[in-house]
């Protein structure tokens, strides 16, 4: 089976949210509930001042993260009255906000990168570039720390596997080797030969990911049952040692032992002292096989085993990726690129007439570069990573080079494979920018409504049955208010499933609703204890009288979630959810009432749905 590299669907599916923690507001209310569906929306309050709680205060859980920099209104998050002491405090410590939870997936992801490949750096760059939609500094350090653990305890794992425990000096589980920058030089005519290896990597990358997007689409429709991914994967390693064993068998590439890199070299029909190299290629682990095409002196590989091997490991590889077992794309699109990309220096050299700069190690290194690039379209991650596993630095600008170029001409066909799968997987990602197509788009365009709200006092039988109800998955709820039966009701506040569980739990309510709210001594711990798996509501018992006992949702509610216009554009939200790590974003029209509500799941929504041309046309219908 084909393995290494992280396993980019691995890691997104341990991000996603739990099942009961889900879901946009966007379904109506059953008719005869007390509760209201409204389109709701409320302006947030300015300001106001942020204060941090003391630890024994009541912190209910708001979906916003607090202000952390200059860009950030603070009157954005509000300070409310603490029903234990009458104070004032801040709720944004109040459990682990969204902002958290988005960065918990991000300091989960370099972990994974590092204890393959050993490089902080890199790993600290692969989650800004690929695996963050919200950042900041604070994020920042939390990785690099990650990154730095992850680094340490391999490092220490090995030096007792080799018995030196003490011996924290290991350069990790891969290691390409050091190039030697004094005989592997490169000048200024070689910069079109890097940037074609650019082109050509981008184009074998759009061929994977176009066949791996079939592919997977074909599983999603015809393999889903448990038996029969397990008989796939079972196929797919079976036809890859055929088909090895056959081009193996076939193979009369017999090099001498002498000078080669091969850690287990097999001779078969070779002569003493002589090794298969085909043989060599495909027994050897894939970090053995790259640094064998990275290093291995010229000569030491015939071009057409070369052109066998690129060939048939290309689609190995893409059948591959996307099984329900682990198996990822890093490693293997390096080796397939080291092996084209060593065949592209050997015909070079040919053509040059064995010039001393055309060295196919250093093509290797490129066309390794080239095809990774074109698959996963990173750039600046995939350049620190490549210049700390070779620990050259000198090839750091025709690698960036090689890599852009792969990006820009893939961009073209196709998206990455990451990104791909990150949409057929339903996640709820956002990328950098909005789609370029969006910019005629409203929030009223993208929004889900009608919007199940609360009001300010609500009966706990009305609470239960919002969140019982099993057609959605309601997670954030607009708490609205009218002055009199007679006006219409405005936005007050947000409260979130995970806080009215926590109040339902400690029986947080009162027998009429023309009584205050009993001073009942709610603590930060009682609402953290709870994270992050909240207790179902099914797990709540609430008798018959006490759901006519009414919840008084102003001392907990968030009172000031962020809001925009129902005119606001796309780009504008699109930014907001990015900028500020929203979950929520409340749409309100010129009287502050609740419209709609825009999810993160809203936007991913959008852009699966209606990528392309077609959206400006339907927005202007």
């Not at 040059?352 to 991650?381: C, E, F, H, N």
């Not at 709200?453 to 959605?472: A, F, Q």
């Not at 974003?585 to 809203?602: A, E, I, Y």
């Amino acid at each position: 089976m084909l393995s290494s590299g992280p396993s980019v669907c691995v890691t997104w599916a341990s991000c996603r949210p739990a099942p009961g923690d889900t879901g946009p507001p966007s379904i109506s209310a059953p008719s005869p509930a007390p509760y209201r569906v409204c389109s709701p929306q409320g302006r947030s309050a300015a300001g106001r001042r942020w204060q941090r709680d003391p630890p024994d205060q009541v912190l209910p859980q708001w979906g916003e993260d607090p202000p952390r920099g200059p860009a950030q209104d603070s009157g954005d998050q509000s300070v409310r009255r603490d029903p234990v002491r009458g104070g004032r405090t801040g709720c944004g410590e109040g459990g682990a906000d969204d902002p958290l939870r988005l960065r918990d997936c991000c300091w989960d992801f370099p972990g994974k990168v590092n204890i393959t490949k050993a490089r902080f750096q890199g790993g600290v760059l692969f989650s800004l570039e690929e695996g963050a939609s919200f950042w900041n500094q604070f994020l920042t350090w939390r990785i690099f720390f990650a990154s730095m653990i992850s680094t340490f305890t391999l490092n220490f794992v090995l030096s007792i596997y080799h018995g030196n425990v003490w011996d924290l000096s290991s350069p990790g589980l891969i290691n390409f080797g050091r190039f030697d920058t004094e005989t592997m030089v490169y000048t200024i005519h070689e910069i079109p030969i890097f940037i074609a290896m650019g082109v050509l990597g981008g184009v074998l990358g759009a061929v994977f990911n176009a066949l791996n997007y079939w592919l997977t689409m074909f599983r999603i429709r015809y393999i889903h049952r448990p038996c029969l991914q397990v008989i796939e994967a079972m196929l797919v390693a079976a036809v890859t040692a055929t088909v090895a064993f056959v081009l193996i068998y076939s193979s009369r590439d017999c090099q001498p032992l002498q000078g080669s890199s091969v850690s287990y070299p097999l001779q078969l029909f070779c002569a003493d002292g002589e090794y298969n190299s085909m043989a060599a290629a495909f027994f050897n682990t894939p970090e053995k096989s790259v640094v064998s095409l990275f290093h291995d002196p010229p000569g030491s590989y015939n071009p057409m085993t070369l052109g066998l091997f690129t060939l048939v490991y290309f689609f190995l590889a893409c059948w591959t990726y996307g099984l329900t077992v682990s198996a990822g794309v890093f490693i293997p699109s390096l080796l397939i690129g080291a092996a084209w990309g060593r065949l592209f220096g050997i015909s070079l050299s040919y053509i040059t007439g064995a010039a001393i700069w055309a060295d196919p190690g250093k093509y290797a290194l490129m066309g390794a570069a080239a095809q990774l690039g074109g698959i996963v379209r990173m750039t600046l991650s995939l350049t620190v990573i490549m210049m700390e596993a070779t620990s050259n630095v000198t090839y750091g600008f025709p690698i960036m080079l090689v890599l852009m170029t792969a990006k820009i001409v893939g961009d073209v066909f196709i998206e990455g494979l990451y990104d791909m799968h990150i949409q057929l997987q339903s996640v709820p990602f956002l990328h950098w920018e909005a789609p370029v197509t969006s910019h005629s788009l409203t929030a009223r365009e993208v929004m889900s409504t009608p919007v199940t709200c609360l009001r300010r006092r609500e009966k706990v039988g009305v609470i239960v049955d919002v969140l019982s109800n099993t057609t959605s998955n309601h997670n954030g709820f607009p708490v609205v208010e009218a002055a009199d039966d007679t006006q219409p009701a405005r936005l007050q506040g947000l409260i979130l499933r995970s806080q009215l569980i926590v109040l339902l739990k400690h029986k947080v309510f009162v027998e009429r609703s023309n009584v205050g709210l009993v001073r009942r001594r709610l603590r930060l711990k009682d609402f953290r204890d709870a994270y992050p798996r909240f207790p179902p509501i099914q797990s709540i018992h609430v008798s018959q009288d006490e759901r006519e006992c009414t919840m008084d949702l102003s001392e907990f509610m968030n009172p000031s979630p962020y809001t925009v216009p129902q005119e606001a554009s796309l780009p504008r939200v699109f930014k907001l959810f990015r900028a500020l790590g929203l979950r929520h974003l409340v749409v309100v029209d010129n009287r502050n009432q609740v419209v709609g509500l825009v999810t993160r799941k809203d936007l991913a929504r959008y852009r699966l749905g209606k990528g392309g041309l077609e959206e400006l046309s339907l927005a202007q219908t």
